[in-house]
Nanobody, 115 residues
Framework: QVQLVESEGGLVQPGGSLRLSCAASGRFFSRYGMGWYRQVPGKQRESVAV???????TYADSVKCRFTISREGTKRTVCLQINSLKPKDTAGYYC?????????WGEGTQVTVSS
């Protein structure tokens, strides 16, 4: 099993920046990808950014050029740099790890964008 722990989100003013991190621990295969998703009440969880084991990245159209996903250190940590925050970015942000047919989720962290 893999456990994921996200860093704390917070309240940010529109136009501000925030960096989220997610640390993974447990038993791993050699190749796994990680990603960030977000969800607002009453809506489906949506993919925000994903990074594969090879370092390839994909982003939702709504966050391109504002969000950057990266893996750090031993690659068991994934970060999400969020710039130019907008009120519509307000959501619970969830870390995800996927390898083969297995996936794990973090408990989520709230990001609120408001003046």
């Amino acid at each position: 099993q893999v456990q994921l722990v996200e860093s704390e989100g917070g309240l940010v003013q529109p136009g501000g920046s925030l960096r989220l991190s997610c640390a993974a621990s447990g038993r791993f295969f050699s190749r796994y990808g990680m990603g960030w998703y977000r969800q607002v009440p009453g809506k489906q969880r949506e993919s925000v950014a994903v990074i594969t084991s090879g370092g390839a990245t994909t982003y939702a159209d709504s966050v391109k050029c504002r969000f950057t996903i990266s893996r750090e250190g031993t690659k068991r940590t994934v970060c999400l740099q969020i710039n130019s925050l907008k009120p519509k970015d307000t959501a619970g942000y969830y870390c995800n790890l996927f390898m083969g047919g297995y996936e794990s989720w973090g408990e989520g962290t709230q990001v609120t964008v408001s003046s």
